[in-house]
């Protein structure tokens, strides 16, 4: 039990890292329009609240998580995949509404046939 409680903390570390370097890499393109509809600030909240999303769901002791896909655009946070069961899927929501940044949650999870 430790030592998933561990695994779930080392893996919510490793996502937060990753989202922090890539959110902070740019590229140019010579092609690309001068104004872009995101910022490179929204960006990175996004990329923030969405390693925030996944960090709270690995670590909910409520909700069956490894097939949960998170994406965030504009403090919109959109969930895929599947769960094993309808309370799972509530709880997610539950655990996605109480992150610092989220404006709304598009709940798009699946309960799963075959546990």
């Known amino acids: 039990m430790k ?10 570390a490793a996502c937060m890292t990753f ?10 393109n010579s092609a690309a329009p001068a ?3 995101e910022s490179m600030g929204q960006h990175v909240d ?12 690995l670590g909910a002791k409520n909700v ?4 949960i896909h998170v994406k965030t ?3 919109v946070v959109s969930l895929t995949g599947t ?3 309808a309370e799972d899927r509530d709880n997610a929501r539950q655990v996605v509404e109480g992150v610092s940044g989220v ?11 075959a546990s």
């Open 3 to 12: 030592r998933i409680l561990i695994l779930k903390t080392a893996a919510g």
């Open 19 to 28: 989202a922090l370097i890539a959110g902070a890499q740019t590229t140019t």
């Open 35 to 37: 104004a872009s509809p």
């Open 46 to 57: 996004d990329a923030t609240i969405t390693t925030k999303v996944k960090a709270e769901l």
């Open 64 to 67: 069956k998580s490894e097939h």
């Open 73 to 75: 655009r504009k403090g």
């Open 83 to 85: 769960v094993p069961s």
């Open 103 to 113: 404006t709304s949650v598009k709940n798009h999870l699946k309960v799963s046939a």
